[in-house]
């Protein structure tokens, strides 16, 4: 049965001023758009004529932004390099109501930067500058040490991880054992290499293609597979509820103790870009359990702001507004 309407209007509004923690991989990514109508004489490559130039937060940091459209208090915990993409990545934040105070500089690894080159819609080029190790073991206790202090008055937590090795095994641990503590929900978008580390957490959201490679399985067609698949998920990661994101056929949310998922009918009119449709999705879903929604009402909200942010172009947010508008 669909939540109703009054009662998902007023989980938005206690939306403000939610305190949320964010730990994750942060990137800057760098954007070159323009024409081709040549080929460059020096070499069988396309010349691009460029026409726009521009940074947006990646990773993590587009979570915490998506927070901030929200009108919640993301705190951002990570690290990047002591460079020029560090500092624009962190002045990028700041300018959109993230506390990056939490954010660690590492004179031994580089800021993570995505930098595309677009001939129209298509992607002509990408430039990774990145390092992949684990953190520093100083590093990591400087981030926890920001963790501990930030969770005292904090209402939800999001782990975004991305595989640069902000998330060590001994972190991840610790920061669901203190929410757990704390009875904080603390929500994943995993990286499928450390898929099976986040046991005891509140939820998980994979998209389908995630979910069937975090279990080691091929992907398989039906209701049946997906249902035998969340539930495998549920059980192994010992998680309070696991949300299979799935595209065009909306979403699917196992929840402990439950005799069948929910299933949530996807909402957009028309995808023009899923581009960071699933930061918006964690999100929405870790501000309305913040609020105290139940997992469907959570879902439900999350799915609506997907919805919103897919008919978008480009990295999109969702905004309370925007999302009290879509529902019925």
Same mark, same amino acid.
């Given at each position: 049965?669909?939540?109703?309407?009054?009662?998902?209007?007023?989980?938005?509004?206690?939306?403000?001023?939610?305190?949320?923690?964010?730990?994750?991989?942060?990137?800057?990514?760098?954007?070159?758009?323009?024409?081709?109508?040549?080929?460059?004489?020096?070499?069988?490559?396309?010349?691009?004529?460029?026409?726009?130039?521009?940074?947006?937060?990646?990773?993590?940091?587009?979570?915490?932004?998506?927070?901030?459209?929200?009108? *919640?208090?993301?705190?951002?915990?990570? /690290?990047?390099? %002591? @460079?020029? $993409?560090?500092? !624009? &990545?962190? +002045?990028?934040?700041?300018?959109?109501?993230?506390?990056?105070?939490?954010?660690?500089?590492?004179?031994?690894?580089?800021?993570?930067?995505?930098?595309?080159?677009?001939?129209?819609?298509?992607?002509?080029?990408?430039?990774?500058?990145?390092?992949?190790?684990?953190?520093?073991?100083?590093?990591?206790?400087?981030?926890?040490?920001?963790?501990?202090? *930030?969770?005292?008055?904090?209402?939800? /937590?999001?782990? %975004? @991880?991305? $595989?640069?090795? !902000? &998330?060590? +095994?001994?972190?991840?641990?610790?920061?669901?054992?203190?929410?757990?503590?704390?009875?904080?929900?603390?929500?994943?978008?995993?990286?499928?290499?450390?898929?099976?580390?986040?046991?005891?957490?509140?939820?998980?959201?994979?998209?389908?293609?995630?979910?069937?490679?975090?279990?080691?399985?091929?992907?398989?067609?039906?209701?049946?597979?997906?249902?035998?698949?969340?539930?495998?998920?549920?059980?192994?990661?010992?998680?309070?509820?696991?949300?299979?994101?799935?595209?065009?056929?909306?979403?699917?949310?196992?929840?402990?103790?439950?005799?069948?998922?929910?299933?949530?009918?996807?909402?957009?009119?028309?995808?023009?870009?899923?581009?960071?449709?699933?930061?918006?999705?964690?999100?929405?879903?870790?501000?309305?359990?913040?609020?105290?929604?139940?997992?469907?009402?959570?879902?439900?909200?999350?799915?609506?702001?997907?919805?919103?942010?897919?008919?978008?172009?480009?990295?999109?947010?969702?905004?309370?507004?925007?999302?009290?508008?879509?529902?019925?």
């Amino acid at each position: 049965m669909q939540p109703k309407t009054t009662r998902l209007k007023t989980i938005l509004k206690s939306f403000k001023d939610k305190k949320i923690i964010v730990v994750g991989d942060i990137m800057l990514d760098h954007f070159i758009k323009g024409s081709v109508s040549r080929i460059s004489p020096e070499a069988p490559v396309p010349v691009v004529d460029v026409k726009k130039e521009f940074f947006v937060a990646g990773g993590a940091g587009n979570v915490a932004v998506n927070l901030a459209a929200l009108e *919640a208090k993301p705190v951002m915990i990570s /690290v990047v390099g %002591s @460079d020029l $993409g560090g500092e !624009m &990545l962190k +002045d990028f934040l700041r300018k959109r109501n993230v506390d990056v105070s939490a954010i660690s500089e590492d004179l031994d690894r580089p800021t993570t930067q995505k930098i595309r080159v677009m001939a129209e819609q298509q992607q002509i080029v990408r430039f990774d500058r990145e390092s992949k190790k684990i953190i520093s073991p100083a590093i990591a206790t400087s981030c926890m040490d920001s963790f501990e202090k *930030a969770i005292q008055n904090a209402h939800g /937590v999001i782990l %975004s @991880d991305y $595989g640069k090795g !902000m &998330l060590s +095994d001994h972190n991840i641990e610790k920061i669901i054992s203190l929410c757990r503590q704390k009875n904080i929900p603390v929500c994943v978008d995993p990286k499928i290499d450390n898929f099976k580390k986040y046991k005891n957490i509140t939820c998980m959201t994979p998209n389908t293609k995630e979910a069937w490679e975090g279990v080691g399985q091929s992907p398989q067609a039906g209701e049946e597979a997906i249902e035998r698949l969340g539930n495998k998920i549920l059980k192994m990661l010992n998680a309070d509820s696991i949300l299979i994101t799935r595209s065009s056929e909306g979403m699917s949310l196992f929840e402990k103790n439950a005799n069948q998922p929910y299933t949530v009918r996807a909402t957009a009119r028309e995808v023009y870009d899923v581009t960071g449709a699933g930061d918006t999705v964690i999100s929405v879903l870790t501000l309305a359990l913040a609020a105290k929604a139940s997992l469907k009402e959570a879902a439900v909200l999350a799915n609506y702001a997907a919805g919103i942010v897919v008919e978008k172009s480009g990295t999109a947010v969702a905004t309370r507004q925007e999302i009290e508008g879509v529902l019925p």
